[in-house]
């Protein structure tokens, strides 16, 4: 298949969707044998108007200097160079806008299925929650309702990062009527696994061999419960259990400003680094936390880069879980309300190697059999080709009736 992939972040820009979005390419290159071209953003002030690449057999084209209608008449010109026989594109509103608000994209892809071009959403978010925002963002959030269902409507298909989301869209009265296909597809880790001396690795970091590494990894976004991690610290202490928190992300100083002094010798703060800096320092840690406002789920790439790394998991159980989490004995999981279960979990894995080895394994396991990069993408061509052929079938049908 010839596969164009829309996408405004890609690396060397650094943020969670362009290493997902290359990975995604890579992979579709590697496993399916696809042509696969990127369409993504130049970089302001850039003379050249087009800038191409090939990166592990990817094209990557940066054409686009705004996403707003004057960028997306280049981009309709650049994708009817290619003739892809699918659009793919990665759906998360606020990438695409200032603000989060860009109604031109969808009416674009609109645009492109009434040319008859297949497009294919892979959502990552709906739009706002304004269970998390307040309430001056109420008008971002209705227009970015508006330019969902819009992308929805160009859609041959939505691959859901999370399974509340999916069984969600599939009960949406809009699509009940359309033939668009709906499917869970969750969001692999972006880390790959580096060989790693682990003991050596925690020397570098001054850690002792009888500390217990608690390990945090992403941004402190507002659904993410930060005193928890700070908590955790010092419950663990309360018992007489040496142990230190590893930060790994950007936003490590302002939970460095929460904590107290005590607290906050204990904290080693990594902030944002490279892929293999983060796979090594992981393998330093002896437990995951990760405390959501919504939940742990199938879209959380660093719950999939600590499963991926062996690393036992200790979440909270929200509104937005995937069941399939909740069930598979992986990880262990609070309610997102309840502090003490989140704690006494955490202290239950601080005082058992052995539980932490066996939960690991598990984790790791699942991991490999659900949610690496193979099996994902792997999933979704094999939902593409499904919908190639149904394509086929039924243009074969009319033209038999237009026969007789």
Wanted: glycine share 6%; with cysteine; net charge positive.
């Amino acid at each position: 298949m010839r596969i164009v992939i829309l996408c405004p972040d890609y690396p060397p820009k650094r943020s969670g969707l362009a290493d997902h979005t290359r990975h995604l390419a890579e992979h579709l290159r590697r496993h399916g044998r696809n042509d696969v071209l990127v369409l993504t953003t130049r970089e302001a002030g850039e003379r050249t108007a087009v800038l191409e690449e090939e990166r592990e057999g990817v094209i990557v084209r940066r054409v686009i200097a705004r996403w707003g209608w004057r960028g997306l008449m280049t981009l309709a010109r650049e994708i009817a160079r290619a003739a892809p026989d699918w659009i793919l594109v990665p759906y998360v509103p606020h990438a695409y806008g200032r603000g989060g608000v860009n109604l031109a994209l969808p009416l674009a892809l609109v645009r492109e299925q009434l040319k008859g071009r297949r497009v294919l959403l892979l959502v990552h978010e709906l739009y706002a929650d304004l269970s998390l925002f307040p309430l001056r963002h109420l008008i971002a959030a209705l227009v970015q309702r508006a330019m969902f269902w819009l992308a929805v409507i160009a859609a041959r298909g939505l691959a859901v990062s999370i399974e509340p989301w999916t069984m969600r869209l599939r009960q949406a009265w809009p699509i009940r009527w359309t033939r668009t296909r709906i499917f869970h597809l969750p969001s692999p880790s972006n880390i790959e696994l580096v060989p790693t001396d682990r003991e050596g690795v925690r020397r570098e970091f001054g850690i002792r061999d009888e500390e217990i590494v608690l390990v945090f990894l992403g941004t402190l976004h507002v659904s993410k419960k930060r005193l928890w991690l700070l908590r955790s610290v010092e419950a663990l202490s309360a018992e007489g259990i040496r142990a230190r928190l590893l930060l790994i992300g950007p936003d490590s100083q302002e939970l460095l400003a929460l904590a107290t002094r005590e607290v906050r010798e204990k904290i080693l703060a990594l902030g944002y680094a490279d892929a293999a800096t983060v796979s090594r320092s992981l393998q330093a840690g002896d437990i995951f936390l990760l405390p959501l406002d919504d939940g742990v789920s199938t879209r959380r790439s660093s719950l999939m880069a600590a499963l991926s790394h062996g690393l036992p998991v200790v979440g909270t159980s929200g509104r937005l879980s995937d069941e399939s989490l909740k069930r598979s004995g992986a990880l262990l999981l609070a309610p997102a309300d309840d502090l003490e279960a989140f704690l006494r979990h955490v202290l239950i894995l601080a005082e058992d190697a052995g539980q932490r080895h066996e939960l690991a394994e598990r984790g790791r396991a699942l991991y490999h059999e659900r949610y690496s990069w193979p099996v994902v993408v792997e999933r979704l061509l094999s939902v593409l080709r499904d919908l190639e052929e149904g394509r086929r079938a039924r243009a074969q049908e009319a033209d038999v009736a237009r026969r007789s």
